[in-house]
């Protein structure tokens, strides 16, 4: 079957031609609408993260709290309790009934006045033994002083008891004469001989002994 060629009509070719760059320009004017729009929105986008992270940080921390200053409060001391004085209480006056004062006016009987009991007579001394006893007795030389030549003057102070005799010696002196090694016999002599005084009673005694060899012998 052969084909039968079909002429175009030109008219149509232009109309379609100029819808086809009508529809050319519409994109293009499209496109450019799009970019440069977008352009901006993209940019305000950005901004506005910008500002947002900018603004939604976390404010820095506070500062510490300044150190809390305690005050020491220093204790009080306590009064001091004071001492107790105790009231003063008046005693109550005292009566007396008429028989009491019938018997203080009426004159006392006089009481025998107390026997005084006998006085005891204190030692007396030191006095002279040669005035105040009767019975004196000369000591005997001691033998080995003698047999030496040791001659001095023996002083000795001694008390009598309420009898009369010889109580102990109460002091004793040796002069320069007698050495130590020798007194404790003229001691012993002087002793022997007071054993046998007699004497005023309660007395203290003074008695001086001469040891003295006879220049004859």
Do not use: W
Not at 151 to 175: E, L, M, Y
């Amino acid at each position: 079957m052969a084909s039968i060629p079909i002429k175009g009509n030109p008219s149509l070719r232009n109309r379609r031609s100029a819808g086809l760059i009508g529809v050319i320009v519409f994109h293009a004017l499209l496109i450019y609408a799009l970019v440069t729009g977008l352009a901006q929105g993209v940019v305000k986008v950005i901004q506005q993260k910008v500002e947002v992270a900018v603004i939604s940080e976390p404010p820095p921390p506070p500062p510490p709290p300044p150190p809390k200053i305690e005050k020491v409060v220093q204790p009080t001391a306590a009064p001091k309790p004071q001492a107790y004085v105790p009231p003063v209480v008046n005693p109550p006056p005292v009566v007396q009934s008429a028989n009491a004062i019938q018997s203080v006016t009426s004159d006392p009987k006089p009481q025998p006045a107390p026997t005084p009991a006998p006085a005891v007579e204190a030692p007396k001394g030191p006095i002279s033994a040669k005035a105040n006893c009767s019975h004196l007795e000369a000591p005997e030389y001691p033998s080995k002083a003698q047999e030496d030549e040791v001659q001095g003057v023996v002083t000795v102070v001694f008390g009598v008891g309420a009898d009369g005799k010889f109580s102990g010696i109460s002091n004793i002196g040796f002069d320069g004469g007698i050495p130590p090694r020798y007194r404790s016999s003229f001691k012993s002599a002087i002793t022997a001989a007071l054993q046998g005084y007699t004497c005023q009673a309660n007395s203290q005694l003074k008695q001086e002994f001469g040891f003295k060899l006879d220049s004859g012998s």
